[in-house]
């Protein structure tokens, strides 16, 4: 049986690196780990304890350097090219659709003719070097006829950024002058372009949201001073063997919106590169492309832009080759951690979390120092047990114990300029590595416990990521291919590898409510369109009855509570098995092999059964004397009895009546769900579910019932998308 596991957990950790058994990269990895054999993989590789040495020596080491040149001195750019001649061949067959008034077919071939479409002059023997702007034009004529004039004017105004012949400018011209004109005629009639604003909206204020969208209701219990996404009813704390965990500060009721987060870093799965944007993951309706390649879209220019100024114009021409790998998507997600911030600062990262590391190694300050900002503002320090942290000579730490001192002086400095400016940032530019936020890089990496392996596998793909950042033109003077990479090129990669090991047990998948027609929620169902990394949530522990639920609105994870929590009490969420589907052993193979922890939890250790065997019965009242916390079953008496824990006569007549009146507002709820009423069924779920665990504690068939009910209406209010009728 232990073989078993351990086979099911290696299996586990090599699908966070690569899909399946396709693809480049398997056989890459393959050839090299049999070159290398077992004795030089766990004796030589094995004995190396720092994420440099480990990507270093697979470039040096004379077992494998060879096999690793060799493989990687062949990764040749790959992408999908724009063309012409299929643009020109799109937006005709699109003009034949809107002639006969099918509109929403003749708008998808007009989009996929933007796309594929060259810049003005990259092609012109087809179109006189304009496909682009043509295809704008015919889209625009789409929207219009479609009365969505938003859209229509949008394109319109991308088009004239071209220079087009007077009489087809003229005709574009007239067309936006008269968009412009219905659109201020029916300004108060017509409906939000995109309804994920509002819905934003409403969840975090405009100063912390950042996109100029307008106004909202705060964070529940106003945002955290200390995280940023946060609510002030919750904390991260740390403990020997709960690590770092989200722990409730106030009363927490069902429903109370806990966190709302942009990610880190996100990916797209590559099946939904052509429906959805590829920077804030929005389903598409009026798509523009990369200026360079056909892989990708983006919902606006703003997506785009920032795309192109950050990871996209380092991802473009390799995208077709990394999909083509057979690399994982969190594989896609630790590329995109490095493209995103560029080759300085990836390198202040790596700096800093090694300055971590020693100054954990130093002895602590004396108790009259000065803390540095990073502690007083309750940031977290990063986890750095995988790098290497040499042992100090008395005069080093003695440089060390000045330097944080000089440090503490300059932040006091700083908090005080802060306190005088407002929110207005000192040190423009953020080349002072204080600046750099490694917190997400301390989230746990499980370091201590791979296996060499492990690591050799996840340093290949590191030196196989870099080689591709080597040829886009992320290093302004990359290494020939037939000598070993610079520092510079080594510490990004080490970067890259300790991305990939913390992914593996921190990232989450987003996913869009996917609506039937007939029902909003009958037949709805969650579809997963990629993954992404958010800091704050990934330290949320694993329930298998899971206190919270997530949805997304548009990038941003939103978690709410489905049941109330009191001050102190854990604030977990679920990590994929969840009691009333999964049995206990299921349960613990799967966390055990895809997470690498054995779960405790209540429902874990009192072995609460799945649905199928769950019943109201199984229920226990709590007892009525203030500060007892002794439960009782279900009393079907009216006659009281004595508590053994608080020697008190009790009588749990009207904490039973009361849990008949839960039951009762359930059905309620769920009739209002079932009729699409979503607002007054969230009410009347999270009414009845705050008095249940009043009075009662689970398991309660009725209640879980309860809480999976809430958990699809509150993800109405995200990212949500109907299939239109055929």
């Known amino acids: 049986m232990q073989d078993q596991d351990e086979f099911y957990r290696n299996l586990c950790s090599s699908e966070t690196l690569r899909s399946g058994r396709r693809g480049f990269f398997h056989d890459f990895s393959g050839h090299v780990m049999q070159t290398a054999g077992d004795t030089w993989t766990s004796g030589t590789f094995g004995r190396i304890d720092d994420d440099v040495g480990r990507v270093r020596a697979i470039f040096t080491d004379a077992r494998v350097k060879d096999a690793v040149a060799d493989t990687l001195a062949n990764v040749k750019p790959l992408f999908r090219d724009k063309d012409a001649e299929i643009s020109r061949r799109k937006r005709l067959e699109g003009y034949q659709l809107a002639a006969v008034g099918e509109h929403e077919k003749a708008l998808l071939l007009f989009s996929q003719a933007v796309l594929r479409a060259p810049q003005p002059g990259g092609n012109k023997t087809v179109d006189q070097g304009l496909s682009l702007p043509l295809a704008l034009l015919g889209r625009a004529g789409t929207f219009t006829a479609l009365k969505e004039y938003h859209f229509a004017l949008e394109d319109l105004r991308l088009a004239a950024e071209h220079d087009l012949p007077d009489k087809p400018?003229?005709?574009?011209?007239?067309?936006?002058?008269?968009?412009?004109?219905?659109?201020?005629?029916?300004?108060?009639?017509?409906?939000?372009?995109?309804?994920?604003?509002?819905?934003?909206?409403?969840?975090?204020?405009?100063?912390?949201?950042?996109?100029?969208?307008?106004?909202?209701?705060?964070?529940?219990?106003?945002?955290?001073?200390?995280?940023?996404?946060?609510?002030?009813?919750?904390?991260?704390?740390?403990?020997?063997?709960?690590?770092?965990?989200?722990?409730?500060?106030?009363?927490?009721?069902?429903?109370?919106?806990?966190?709302?987060?942009?990610?880190?870093?996100?990916?797209l799965l590559p099946e939904f590169y052509g429906t959805h944007c590829q920077h804030c993951y929005a389903r598409l309706r009026a798509p523009i492309g990369c200026?360079?390649?056909?892989?990708?879209?983006?919902?606006?220019?703003?997506?785009?832009?920032?795309?192109?100024?950050?990871?996209?114009?380092?991802?473009?021409?390799?995208?077709?080759?990394?999909?083509?790998?057979?690399?994982?998507?969190?594989?896609?997600?630790?590329?995109?951690?490095?493209?995103?911030?560029?080759?300085?600062?990836?390198?202040?990262?790596?700096?800093?979390?090694?300055?971590?590391?020693?100054?954990?190694?130093?002895?602590?300050?004396?108790?009259?120092?000065?803390?540095?900002?990073?502690?007083?503002?309750?940031?977290?320090?990063?986890?750095?047990?995988?790098?290497?942290?040499?042992?100090?000579?008395?005069?080093?730490?003695?440089r060390i114990r000045r330097r944080k001192l000089k440090e503490s002086r300059r932040d006091e400095e700083i908090t005080k300029m802060t306190e005088e400016n407002g929110t207005k940032e000192i040190c423009e530019g953020g080349d002072d590595e204080r600046h750099v936020d490694v917190a997400p890089y301390g989230l746990v990496t499980h370091a201590d416990r791979r296996t060499s392996k492990d690591f050799l596998e996840r340093s290949l793909m590191a030196a196989f990521l870099l080689k591709c950042l080597q040829r886009v033109g992320f290093f302004a003077c990359p290494t020939p291919d037939?000598?070993?990479?610079?520092?510079?090129?080594?510490?990004?990669?080490?970067?890259?590898?300790?991305?990939?090991?913390?992914?593996?047990?921190?990232?989450?998948?987003?996913?869009?409510?996917?609506?039937?027609?007939?029902?909003?929620?009958?037949?709805?169902?969650?579809?997963?369109?990629?993954?992404?990394?958010?800091?704050?949530?990934?330290?949320?522990?694993?329930?298998?009855?899971?206190?919270?639920?997530?949805?997304?609105?548009?990038?941003?994870?939103?978690?709410r509570a489905i049941?109330?929590?009191?001050?102190?009490?854990?604030?977990?969420?679920?990590?994929?098995?969840?009691?009333?589907?999964?049995?206990?052993?299921?349960?613990?193979?799967?966390?055990?092999?895809?997470?690498?922890?054995?779960?405790?939890?209540?429902?874990?250790?009192?072995?609460?059964?799945?649905?199928?065997?769950?019943?109201?019965d199984s229920a226990r009242l709590r007892c009525p004397t203030a500060g007892c916390d002794r439960l009782h079953p279900l009393a079907?008496?009216?006659?009281?009895?004595?508590?053994?824990?608080?020697?008190?006569?009790?009588?749990?007549?009207?904490?039973?009546?009361?849990?008949?009146?839960?039951?009762?507002?359930?059905?309620?709820?769920?009739?209002?769900?079932?009729?699409?009423?979503?607002?007054?069924?969230?009410?009347?779920?999270?009414?009845?579910?705050?008095?249940?665990?009043?009075?009662?504690?689970?398991?309660?068939?009725?209640?879980?019932?309860?809480?999976?009910?809430?958990?699809?209406?509150?993800?109405?209010?995200?990212?949500?998308?109907?299939?239109?009728?055929?």
Not at 218 to 237: C, D, H, K, Y
Not at 529 to 556: E, K, M, Q, S, W
Not at 591 to 609: I, V
Request: charged fraction near 25%; proline fraction near 6%; charge should be positive.
């Open 169 to 267: 400018m003229r005709e574009l011209e007239r067309r936006r002058e008269e968009c412009e004109r219905i659109l201020k005629d029916n300004e108060s009639s017509l409906v939000p372009v995109d309804p994920r604003i509002n819905k934003l909206a409403r969840l975090i204020p405009d100063r912390e949201r950042g996109d100029g969208d307008g106004g909202g209701a705060p964070l529940n219990g106003a945002v955290n001073s200390e995280l940023r996404w946060s609510s002030g009813a919750l904390e991260i704390r740390e403990t020997t063997t709960a690590g770092k965990h989200a722990v409730a500060t106030a009363e927490i009721h069902p429903g109370d919106i806990l966190l709302v987060e942009p990610p880190l870093a996100g990916c």
């Open 291 to 398: 200026p360079n390649c056909s892989c990708v879209a983006f919902c606006g220019k703003k997506c785009r832009d920032v795309a192109l100024t950050t990871y996209h114009k380092y991802e473009c021409k390799v995208l077709a080759l990394l999909i083509g790998s057979g690399m994982s998507v969190l594989s896609m997600v630790a590329l995109r951690m490095v493209t995103q911030e560029g080759p300085r600062k990836c390198l202040k990262i790596y700096e800093k979390l090694k300055k971590n590391a020693v100054e954990k190694a130093a002895p602590p300050l004396a108790a009259t120092t000065t803390t540095s900002t990073a502690t007083t503002t309750g940031t977290a320090t990063p986890d750095t047990h995988d790098m290497k942290s040499p042992v100090c000579s008395k005069s080093a730490r003695r």
């Open 482 to 559: 037939d000598e070993v990479p610079g520092a510079e090129e080594i510490t990004v990669a080490a970067l890259l590898l300790r991305n990939l090991q913390l992914l593996q047990f921190n990232a989450h998948e987003f996913f869009e409510t996917r609506v039937s027609a007939e029902h909003r929620f009958r037949g709805s169902r969650p579809v997963y369109l990629g993954v992404a990394i958010y800091p704050t949530v990934a330290r949320f522990n694993h329930d298998c009855y899971p206190a919270v639920t997530r949805y997304f609105v548009g990038r941003h994870i939103v978690i």
């Open 563 to 616: 049941r109330g929590l009191q001050p102190g009490d854990v604030i977990a969420e679920n990590y994929g098995p969840i009691f009333t589907k999964r049995t206990l052993a299921d349960r613990q193979r799967t966390l055990a092999g895809r997470y690498w922890f054995r779960c405790t939890c209540k429902a874990c250790q009192e072995d609460w059964p799945p649905f199928e065997n769950l019943t109201n």
């Open 636 to 726: 079907r008496q009216g006659k009281p009895i004595k508590c053994l824990d608080c020697q008190k006569k009790i009588c749990l007549e009207d904490r039973l009546a009361c849990l008949r009146e839960c039951e009762a507002l359930y059905n309620r709820g769920l009739a209002g769900m079932e009729d699409e009423r979503v607002n007054e069924a969230i009410g009347t779920l999270c009414d009845a579910l705050k008095r249940f665990h009043q009075v009662a504690r689970p398991p309660h068939r009725d209640t879980h019932l309860a809480e999976i009910a809430l958990s699809s209406c509150l993800a109405d209010y995200g990212n949500t998308w109907r299939p239109a009728a055929l």
